[in-house]
């Protein structure tokens, strides 16, 4: 089955500077690849995600790229706010199918 | 609407007790998935029904885990005997596939705190 990895784990970066999440999947058949984001206690809920007909996506501070080839794609906030502190999730999904397999998650932490 | 429903919110029990959570999705979402959330394994897929049918349970981890979709408002995943090790968040989504091999994003449920003493 599909198997996705996420980096790194833990992320801390100075308000204002910008944030980075990757992430690789197994099933070169994969074609969505949302992200979502979990506040402490709260659930997940999706912020962006990208199809694999696209390379970039951009939504105001947030954006996603995909490289098809290398099996993997990426997250980045910038201009960083202590909101944005959260435990980020990527996930994808194979054709043909219905269901997302998750990364393990980065906790972001921005700091005033 | 009022999103994806889950009860309870919380559910603390004894070990071998039978815990029954439950699901209400979005109304016209045609698929339903119950995801196990813990610090060691993160999210992890359970089960899924599409127009109230199991399509996969490969990820429910024991025969003590089972589910139910009786009607397009309604599921339930039910532990039986619990033990310890089943304490996590349970969350419930749902979906709508709009065109073949094309689903709008899945939405959460507020999730199940089951602790299992």
């Known amino acids: 089955g599909e198997n996705v990895e996420q980096h790194p784990s833990t992320l801390s970066v100075q308000e204002g500077d910008s944030a980075v999440i990757k992430c690789t999947y197994s099933d070169s058949a994969s074609n969505y690849f949302p992200w979502y984001k979990q506040e402490l206690g709260k659930r997940p809920q999706l912020i962006i995600d990208?199809?694999?007909?696209?390379g970039e996506k951009k939504d105001q501070r947030i954006a996603v790229t995909l490289n098809k080839t290398a099996k993997h794609f990426s997250l980045h906030i910038t201009e960083t706010q202590p909101e944005d502190s959260a435990v980020y999730f990527c996930?994808?999904?194979?054709?043909?199918?219905?269901?997302?397999?998750f990364g393990k998650g980065t906790k972001l932490s921005v700091i005033p | 609407d009022a999103g994806v429903i889950q009860s309870p919110r919380h559910e603390v029990t004894e070990m071998g007790q039978e815990v029954t959570l439950r699901c209400k999705p979005i109304s016209g979402h045609d698929y339903l998935f119950w995801y196990r959330q813990t610090m060691m394994r993160g999210l992890e897929l359970l089960i899924y029904f599409n127009n109230n049918v199991p399509i996969d349970d490969s990820g429910m981890p024991e025969d003590r885990f089972s589910a139910k979709m009786p009607n397009a408002s309604f599921s339930t995943l039910k532990i039986q005997p619990s033990e310890p090790r089943d304490s996590a968040v349970y969350f419930c989504?749902?979906?709508?596939?709009?065109?073949?091999?094309?689903?709008?994003?899945?939405?959460f449920g507020p999730g199940t705190r089951l602790t299992v003493l």
């Open positions: 996930a994808s999904r194979g054709a043909g199918s219905y269901q997302l397999t």
């Open positions: 990208i199809r694999s007909n696209v």
């Open positions: 989504a749902s979906s709508l596939r709009v065109a073949s091999g094309v689903h709008n994003e899945q939405f």
